[in-house]
């Protein structure tokens, strides 16, 4: 069988042979498995009319396509085999108990609170905060660090349960996008004065879609024109049929505002979990966890909250949390003091690690320090390229010669205060529409403030550096003013949004339409010795102006794409324009001009961008 033709290029037969490939791989990736010249993959490629580099990560598509055109079958591993795969090569797993049903216990549900703008999940989860914890704590809550634990009596047991403390449930779906389920019972909060709205309806259908099962709180009954009942009523349409009317959802009638039924509230969420779930882990074994927030703290260093999911997480131990490794120096409970262990269900905040992860990243302690680091560096560079290929647009043949030309590329270093915003803000700048001439690119990101390293890395790239919720340190400002690089301080993620599009369409070049002048026929030819051959023309329709850009037409052909009307005459006099009906006499930037040619004139207008 000859070997395949991909493009030209002469490529091994893959023979239906099953090929591995990480999502975000290169060619050269591509070609090492193959065992052939980069090159020429690249090649193939171009032919095919798509410009990549070789060491450029492509999308899952082309080398699907890619390696068809060759006779492979190609999988594309997903970052989550991939880590599944990395993990076992050091035999190791993440998100199963070790050992049997004997050796699970029972752990705290974990909530988070959902609902509609204004409904009142943040002073639901401050008067819970202020009501329950401090109760026989010294000191009480000193420190948000992005969740917390309260205890209800339920049956004259002390219950546990593990709050979330950012509400809404952009985080609650950012986390399970990333597949770390953190959340057990979802709270969906309705304020009785307003009744269900489209947040509620997303908050349910969020719940519904993990699987969470869901307590609702019907808030502000304190308020006149409350009506508890008819939000039971909404709520029942959207499958959440109350208990009271036969079904199995508990809604609780609350006032954050008065600190009303927040027991009850809790007692629901107990007897919830206790009726639908199976809340147990595993407390003796090496500590498995999701962090929920990070960020970079100026004295300690960077700081995780970490959720326990199973295990005990002990001071001391080495733990690998994404792509950040290191060992727990210190752990600090939500009262601001210091833990020695925590254990499944218990958030604290973990300090020791080498760099910021990123919220949803799972957390897992290994036995040495350097397994740490060998799956956060792989992990690390693995991040770059799927970094590197979501922030590359493709490029076709036909932009190809105009790319080379014009391409205007706005180059961003985004810094933030935590990793989720500085996520959060990058996904939300790369989904900008814009026009394929100018490319958005986010060549650095990071915690923290915006140091020289940064800004030396935007003046050698030309990067627009966006600091969110952070400020310029040391001399970065100064050298910032020195190098002319321009940093763009944010506190809101739209303003942000909205002011790097309007720098992307003002750089966009501006788009021009023809419009059509007139039309003019060449009745007579005057040779000149001064100016070469002078038209003597009818205007057939329009006007001829001088100046115009002009086509000449012959038996309906167009023979000269582009000239200009150099000089225009009415009889004697030098003119400008010269109306329909009327003779003229013109010279054209094209000598060899023929009497019945027709000479059209046309401008150039701008056409606003939308
Ligand atoms: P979120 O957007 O859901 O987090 O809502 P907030 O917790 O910020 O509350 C929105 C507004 O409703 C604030 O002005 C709260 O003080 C008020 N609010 C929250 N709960 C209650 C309540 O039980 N009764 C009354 N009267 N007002 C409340």
Redesign the pocket.
């Known amino acids: 069988m000859r070997a395949p033709e991909v493009g030209g290029v002469r490529l091994p037969d893959g023979r239906g042979q099953v090929l591995r490939l990480a999502q975000g791989a290169s060619l050269s990736d591509f070609a090492d498995k193959i065992d052939v010249n980069p090159s020429q993959l690249v090649q193939a490629l171009f032919n095919l009319g798509e410009m990549v580099t070789a060491t450029q990560s492509v999308t899952p598509e082309t080398l699907q396509l890619l390696g068809e055109e060759m006779g492979y079958k190609v999988q594309i591993v997903s970052p989550e085999d991939e880590d599944r795969e990395l993990l076992e090569s050091f035999d190791l797993s993440f998100g199963e108990d070790e050992g049997g049903e004997e050796d699970l216990e029972r752990r705290p549900a974990v909530v988070t609170v959902m609902?509609?703008?204004?409904?009142?999940?943040?002073?639901?989860l401050d008067s819970i905060r202020s009501a329950k914890v401090g109760e026989g704590e010294a000191g009480g809550i000193t420190q948000h660090i992005g969740a917390y634990q309260v205890t209800v009596p339920v049956d004259d047991v002390e219950r546990t349960i593990t709050f979330i403390d950012t509400?809404g449930h952009e985080a609650f779906t950012a986390m399970r996008a990333r597949g770390a389920k953190s959340t057990d019972i979802a709270i969906i909060?309705v304020a009785a004065d307003d009744g269900v709205m489209p947040q509620t309806v997303e908050a349910i259908n969020h719940a519904q879609a993990a699987d969470v099962p869901i307590v609702v709180a019907v808030?502000?009954?304190?308020?006149e024109g409350a009506q508890p009942d008819k939000i039971r009523g909404q709520m029942t349409e959207y499958g959440l049929v109350p208990e009271e009317y036969g079904g199995d959802t508990m809604f609780v009638d609350?006032?954050?505002?008065?600190n009303l039924n927040i027991d009850s509230l809790l007692e629901a969420v107990v007897l919830t979990a206790d009726a639908a779930l199976d809340l147990r882990a595993n407390p003796d074994m090496d500590a498995q966890g999701v962090a929920i927030e990070a960020h970079l703290d100026r004295g300690r260093g960077p700081v995780a909250t970490v959720l326990i999911q199973r295990g005990t997480l002990r001071v001391g131990d080495s733990i690998v949390a994404g792509d950040a490794y290191g060992r727990v120096r210190r752990m600090v409970d939500e009262h601001g003091q210091d833990v020695e262990e925590a254990t499944p269900s218990r958030p604290v905040q973990v300090i020791g690690l080498t760099s910021v992860c990123g919220a949803g990243d799972t957390l897992m302690v290994v036995d040495e320090d350097r397994t740490a680091r060998q799956i956060a560096d792989r992990r690390n560079a693995r991040k770059r390229n799927a970094m590197a290929a979501r922030s590359r647009r493709r490029i076709s043949l036909e932009d190809l010669d105009s790319h080379l030309k014009e391409t205007s590329q706005l180059n961003l270093i985004i810094k933030g205060d935590n990793s989720g915003t500085v996520e959060a803000l990058e996904e939300a700048l790369m989904g900008i529409e814009i026009d394929d001439e100018v490319q958005l690119r986010v060549i650095d990101r990071g915690v923290g403030a915006v140091t020289e390293t940064n800004v030396n890395l935007a003046a050698a790239s030309d990067a627009v550096i966006i600091g969110f919720n952070v400020r310029a340190e040391g001399k970065a400002t100064e050298m910032a003013n020195r190098e002319g690089v321009d940093i763009r301080y944010y506190s809101i993620i739209y303003q942000a949004i909205d002011e790097i599009e309007s720098a992307l369409k003002g750089m966009l070049k501006p788009i021009y339409e023809e419009k059509q002048l007139g039309q003019a026929e060449i009745r007579q030819i005057f040779r000149s010795s001064k100016v070469g051959n002078i038209a003597g023309c009818m205007v057939l329709d329009g006007i001829m102006r001088r100046n115009a850009k002009a086509r000449l037409i012959r038996d309906g052909n167009v023979v000269v794409e582009e000239m200009t009307v150099s000089s225009l005459r009415r009889e004697k006099d030098d003119v400008t324009e010269v109306r329909e009906g009327f003779e003229c006499g013109l010279t054209v930037t094209y000598s060899d001009i023929k009497i019945g040619d027709v000479i059209e004139t046309y401008e150039l207008v701008e056409k606003p961008r939308d």
């Open positions: 609902g509609h703008v204004d409904h009142g999940k943040t002073r639901l509400p909060v808030n502000k009954i304190d308020k609350i006032s954050a505002k008065q």
